[in-house]
């Protein structure tokens, strides 16, 4: 069922996809950098096309020329490359990955924002927040603050959602409320068979995994099938607290990833 050739031969893509890209980026940086997301989204979605991975989107994303914090569920860095295919925006990512090889440079030149998981650290994360989407930047944030096996969505960091109490400065130059667009993510199905509660840790990446030994199975099946549903945004007026929020946003995440590994019609099909 894991082909290491096929692995191998993915990775090599991906290694001279990146390097064929990496130039014309780091000059985009210089000249063009609110061309960055245009430009990271092509690159992603060569990559999900080298992997060969199959995107199917329910509902839309919201891109409507404010800032939005979009909130998903994580099952491995494949969420990486899923989401950043669809999205205009740059990921939240914990500290640590900046020091990883290889992937921690990339996230570091695409303006990954950097986070600490520290109690003390919350005012602080809050306020780099709010300064990119200043920027008009919009964010992607994966609330769970680590990875599972895929199957679940593990209880959200109330903490990471202080951010949507603050405001930003719309496409009308106006201040508004924190716009929050919850996503679900599942991996589905292998080769156009739906794939089983024991074979998701193949594309899973948690616990004390190897990356080396996951990349394998990950890039050594068959045609993966990818499930990206995009909720109704919402902020955090409309629960009263970023506790109400989280709850809401880790409920509707939930739902969306457990009826699509069901094989169940999502809501905004």
């Known amino acids: 069922m894991i082909s290491v050739p096929v692995a191998i031969l993915r990775f090599l893509g991906f290694v001279l996809w990146t390097l064929l890209l990496l130039l014309p980026f780091l000059a985009l940086r210089l000249a063009a950098r609110p061309r960055i997301p245009d430009y990271t989204r092509f690159y992603w979605r060569g ?17 409507n020329g404010s800032p939005v914090l979009y909130v998903a569920n994580h099952a491995s860095y494949l969420d990486i490359i899923v989401l950043g295919s669809l999205l205009h925006g740059y990921f939240v990512a914990k500290s640590e990955v900046a020091g990883w090889a290889g992937f921690g440079f990339l996230a570091r030149i695409s303006r990954t924002v950097f986070i600490e998981r520290s109690r003390g650290a919350t005012a602080r994360e809050r306020n780099g927040l709010l300064t990119r989407f200043d920027l008009g930047e919009s964010l992607i944030l994966f609330a769970e603050g680590t990875s599972n096996d895929g199957n679940q969505v593990m209880p959200f960091k109330s ?16 201040p508004h409320a924190v716009l929050v667009q919850p996503v679900s993510v599942a991996y589905t199905r292998l080769d156009g068979l739906p794939i089983t509660r024991a074979l998701r840790p193949h594309l899973a990446w948690y616990g004390d995994m190897t990356l080396a030994g996951h990349l394998i199975g990950a890039l050594g099946m068959g045609r993966i099938t990818v499930e990206v549903e995009f909720h109704p945004p919402v902020t955090v007026a409309q629960f009263g607290s970023r506790k109400g929020l989280s709850a809401h946003c880790h409920k509707v995440i939930s739902h969306g990833l457990t009826r699509m590994l069901a094989g169940r019609p999502a809501a905004n099909s």
Do not use: C, N, T
């Open 159 to 174: 903490s990471f959602f202080s951010v949507a109490e603050g405001e930003v400065r719309g496409a009308d130059g106006m």
């Open 47 to 63: 990559v999900v096309a080298i992997i060969g991975y199959d995107v199917v989107v329910h509902g839309r994303p919201l891109e």
